[in-house]
T-cell receptor
C-alpha cells in the first residue's frame, strides 16, 4: 500500500524564522512528488519534483527530492504570518493510475 | 486564469438523502479527479475520469457514483448519505501529459450530513 509520511505534524515559529518540512514516501511506480499549500480551502499547487537533486525555488520557498532515500523537503525562509497553512505533500504514480496519495500534512503557524 | 469550479460550496443533507456535487475543470483539461477530505484528515482519492471514461477508482463507496460529461464537467452522486460522509469534497483537473500532469484543485464542496 502506498504511503506518504510528513513531519512534523505541526510547527509554530515566529516571523523571520526558517522552517524545513519533511516528506517521505513509499509508492509503487513513483513518478513525482508534489507540494501543496492548504489554507482552509483548496490545496494550492507549489512544486512538482520529478528528478532527484534538482532544487526548485519560488520566492522564499524551495524544495528538493531525493529519490534514493525516498524523501523530499520544503524550505521556507524568512517566514511571514501569511505562510501559516497546512502544507501537504503528495506522491504521483506513473502509468494509468494517476491519483495523488497525500500525507497528513504539516500545520505551520507563523506568529508575528 | 480560469480555475476548477465546484458547486455548491456548502451542502447540508440529512441521513439517507442524496446529494449531487458538480465540478467544472480548467478549460482544455481532460482529466478530473475526486477526493474526500474528512475533518483533520488528508485528502483521499475517490475516482478519476479521462476523456469521459473512468480511469481509476480509489476508496469510493458503492453508494457513490460519478461520471464525466461531453463538456468535461463531472458530477459526483451520493446516495443513502451517512453521518460519516460529512467531509470536504475536492475536485481536481489536469491535462494528461501536460506539465507533468499537475492536478489543480477546486475550492471544494463542504457536505454536512445531519
Amino acid at each position: 500500500e502506498d504511503k506518504v509520511v510528513q513531519s512534523p505534524l505541526s510547527l509554530v515559529v515566529h516571523e523571520g524564522d526558517t522552517v524545513t518540512l519533511n516528506c517521505s514516501y513509499e509508492v509503487t511506480n513513483f513518478r513525482s512528488l508534489l507540494w501543496y499549500k492548504q489554507e482552509k480551502k483548496a490545496p494550492t499547487f507549489l512544486f512538482m519534483l520529478t528528478s532527484s537533486g534538482i532544487e526548485k525555488k519560488s520566492g522564499r520557498l524551495s524544495s528538493i527530492l531525493d529519490k534514493k532515500e525516498l524523501f523530499s523537503i520544503l524550505n521556507i525562509t524568512a517566514t511571514q504570518t501569511g505562510d501559516s497553512a497546512v502544507y501537504l505533500c503528495a506522491a504521483l504514480r506513473s502509468g494509468s493510475a494517476r491519483q495523488l496519495t497525500f500525507g497528513s500534512g504539516t500545520q505551520l503557524t507563523v506568529l508575528p | 486564469a480560469a480555475g476548477v469550479i465546484q458547486s455548491p460550496r456548502h451542502l447540508i443533507k440529512e441521513k439517507r438523502e442524496t446529494a449531487t456535487l458538480k465540478c467544472y475543470p480548467i478549460p482544455r483539461h481532460d482529466t478530473v479527479y475526486w477526493y474526500q477530505q474528512g475533518p483533520g484528515q488528508d485528502p483521499q482519492f475517490l475516482i478519476s475520469f479521462y476523456e469521459k471514461m473512468q480511469s481509476d477508482k480509489g476508496s469510493i463507496p458503492d453508494r457513490f457514483s460519478a461520471q464525466q460529461f461531453s463538456d468535461y464537467h463531472s458530477e459526483l452522486n451520493m446516495s443513502s448519505l451517512e453521518l460519516g460522509d460529512s467531509a470536504l469534497y475536492f475536485c481536481a483537473s489536469s491535462l494528461l501529459g501536460g506539465a507533468g500532469n499537475i492536478q489543480y484543485f477546486g475550492a471544494g464542496t463542504r457536505l454536512s450530513v445531519l
